[in-house]
């Protein structure tokens, strides 16, 4: 068993049959409900013109940012990071407010609708199996895959073998590696053969959104302290010029009435 | 005989009050289905849309009607325009009764609404969400005072 540093998944969409068999894998792994499942497979159909067919598949969940925005945006921190990895969520903290539902560029995070005060309606998401990878098994999506479609490992290593991949065969693939870079670096990379676009992938830049948003949020603080200030001295300059003006008697019926 | 068919003083109710507590009997019955059976049972939110019409409607109304009451208070004790100083109090009670229901929608559309003051103690800087939860507790506090 080789320690892993970073734990990511490889997706290659030419390689996905549409089996999902990853969906029921996750569902039996996590005890979850085949509709509610983490992971959920979305298909193209058949596109192009006769002779040239073709079928797209794509397989998602979460993509474990490095920079996640639904941890920035939590408002109490039920989110966290873990440092080979995966972003974890500890429904004790949750209170359901859903703005990580907002803030996830990939719509992640999905939500007990059908649950009441008395269960208690949380989030759900993947967690990249951690019950399997802490003991060095592979994630259950991945050990049931039978194409090879997902895989797991470090992700160094799969950036490599998705870069060889791509070079390999240039004629099959589009020379991208999604999840390098989006949103400030993925753990789970995807390569395909037809616009990632198509597949329901958002094209994100490679800053992350929360940089931005953290950058404004910085500033509030200062911004309210300054306001105060601002105010504080507005008051004080009306007050001394009513006080000039009318000997200070009528600042004092104000004062009063506080 | 005639019959005294006039109702004693303490029942006589107008029909606008009558509408409103049919109004409330709905809101009653919608909010027990709410904690009943979840959020899914009264609304159509999905998970493409997890916020809808109610944070856009009761947040924003409650925010904007006590923005009236900030503006006169500020006019009040700020800029110190006695001509006002009879419309401070309604239109601080105003305002704090938008507050109040904006928390009474939190607590509809939260998914743990027990848990609303989770917000002082597992606090995250970098949530924009965060900073509107901690504006909504101080303009609370401040209007109840």
């Given at each position: 068993m080789?320690k892993?540093?970073?734990h990511?998944y ?5 390689r996905c049959i ?6 029921v ?9 085949m509709?509610?499942?983490r ?5 193209l159909?058949v596109?192009?013109?006769y002779?040239?067919?073709q079928?797209g ?7 474990h940012?490095?920079?996640p925005d ?5 408002p109490?921190g039920?989110?966290s990071?873990?440092?080979d990895?995966?972003?974890v969520y ?7 407010c859903?703005?990580?539902m907002n803030?996830?560029p990939?719509?992640?995070p999905?939500f007990?609708y059908d649950?009441g005060i008395?269960?208690?309606a ?6 990249f199996c ?5 003991v060095?098994e ?7 895959c039978p194409?090879?479609?997902l895989?797991y490992g470090?992700?160094e ?8 991949r791509?070079?390999a065969?240039?004629e099959?693939y ?6 390098e ?10 390569i395909?053969h ?8 958002p094209?994100?830049?490679?800053t992350?959104?929360?940089e931005?948003?953290e950058?404004?949020m910085?500033m509030?603080i200062p911004?309210a302290?300054s306001?105060?200030a601002?105010?504080?001295a507005v ?5 001394a010029?009513?006080?000039?003006k009318n000997g ?7 004062e009063s009435?506080? | 005989m005639k019959?005294n068919l006039?109702?004693p003083?303490?029942?006589r ?6 509408v ?9 019955v ?13 609304s159509d939110?999905s998970?493409?849309y ?6 856009s409607f009761?947040?924003?109304t409650g925010?904007?009607?006590s ?5 006169m208070a500020g006019t009040v ?7 006002f100083?009879p419309l401070?109090r309604?239109s601080?009670l105003t305002a704090f009764l938008g507050y109040i229901?904006v928390v009474v929608?939190l607590?509809v559309?939260?998914?743990?609404p027990?848990?609303i003051?989770?917000?002082i ?6 949530s924009?969400?965060?900073?509107i939860g901690i ?11």
């Open positions: 080789t892993i540093k970073h990511a490889l997706f290659d969409a030419t549409d089996c999902r068999a990853c969906m894998a996750c569902s039996v792994e996590n005890n979850i409900e509709d509610k499942t992971i959920w497979v979305a298909g159909g596109t192009g013109e002779p040239n067919l079928r598949t794509m397989v998602y969940h979460c993509m940012c490095e920079h639904c941890m920035s945006a939590c109490v039920a989110y990071k873990r440092p990895g995966p972003v500890n429904p004790e903290k949750c209170i359901g859903r703005y990580c803030a996830c990939f719509g992640v999905h007990d649950k008395i269960e208690g949380f989030i759900d998401k993947c967690t951690p019950q399997r990878i802490d060095g592979e994630p259950a999506c991945v050990a049931t194409t090879d479609a895989e470090e992700r290593e799969l950036l490599k073998k998705a870069h060889e791509i070079a065969h240039p099959r589009i020379q991208h590696v999604y999840g870079f989006e949103n400030g670096g993925t753990s789970y990379l995807i395909s037809v616009p990632f676009k198509d597949l329901g992938l094209e994100l830049p490679e992350p959104i929360n931005v948003s950058k404004v910085e509030t911004f302290l306001w105060g601002v105010l504080t008051s004080a300059g009306v007050a010029y009513d006080k000039k200070g008697s009528e600042e004092k019926k104000v009435h506080k | 019959l006039t109702l003083k303490f029942l109710i107008g029909t606008l009050p009558l409103l507590i049919l109004l409330m009997a709905i809101a009653f919608v909010a027990f289905m709410r904690y009943a059976f979840g959020i899914g049972a009264i939110l998970y493409s997890p916020w809808g019409f109610w944070i009761d947040l924003f925010v904007v009607i923005s009236g009451g900030f503006l004790y700020i800029l110190r325009i006695k001509e100083q401070l309604p601080v229901m929608a607590l559309d939260l998914g743990q027990l848990r003051w989770y917000m103690i597992y606090q995250n800087h970098t924009v969400l965060f900073e504006c909504v507790m101080s303009y609370l506090t401040v209007l109840a005072i």
